[in-house]
């Protein structure tokens, strides 16, 4: 008598080259997943590298660099800087005396 088959009947496939198939599949998809995000990686990088260029040519070059002021004719004269590092002396002893003192005393 004949045998009876199902409508989902396939040809009998050792068990071991099964499993090779269904990583054979995993791999596929794997790799078609891992490409397809390496591209649109890409494609975004270069997208943002490109509107950034774009945007950069609409722009004008930052100015030229301004020479410095010249030594030899300080913006303060002597007598000013000695009277503002005077001051910034007194004001951080004021400030600070107190921590200085018991630091000294703990030889910090």
Same mark, same amino acid.
């Given at each position: 008598?004949? &045998?009876? *088959? =199902?409508?989902?009947?396939?040809?009998?496939?050792?068990? /071991?080259?099964?499993?090779?198939?269904? &990583?054979?599949? &995993? !791999? !596929?998809? @794997?790799? +078609? /997943? !891992?490409?397809?995000?390496?591209?649109?990686? !890409? %494609?975004?990088? &270069?997208?943002?590298?490109? =509107? =950034?260029?774009?945007?950069? %040519? +609409?722009?004008?070059?930052?100015?030229?660099?301004?020479?410095? +002021?010249?030594? %030899?004719?300080?913006?303060?004269?002597?007598?000013? *800087?000695? *009277?503002?590092?005077?001051?910034?002396?007194?004001?951080? $002893?004021? *400030?600070? /005396? $107190?921590? @200085?003192?018991? +630091?000294?005393?703990?030889?910090?």
């Amino acid at each position: 008598s004949p &045998r009876a *088959t =199902s409508v989902n009947a396939s040809p009998r496939v050792p068990h /071991g080259r099964r499993m090779s198939i269904v &990583r054979q599949e &995993r !791999l !596929l998809w @794997t790799t +078609l /997943g !891992l490409t397809a995000g390496a591209l649109s990686f !890409l %494609d975004v990088r &270069r997208s943002r590298w490109s =509107s =950034s260029s774009r945007l950069a %040519d +609409l722009f004008p070059s930052p100015p030229a660099k301004q020479s410095p +002021l010249p030594t %030899d004719h300080p913006v303060f004269g002597a007598n000013a *800087t000695q *009277t503002f590092a005077r001051t910034w002396n007194s004001q951080i $002893d004021k *400030t600070f /005396g $107190d921590l @200085t003192k018991y +630091l000294s005393e703990r030889n910090l």
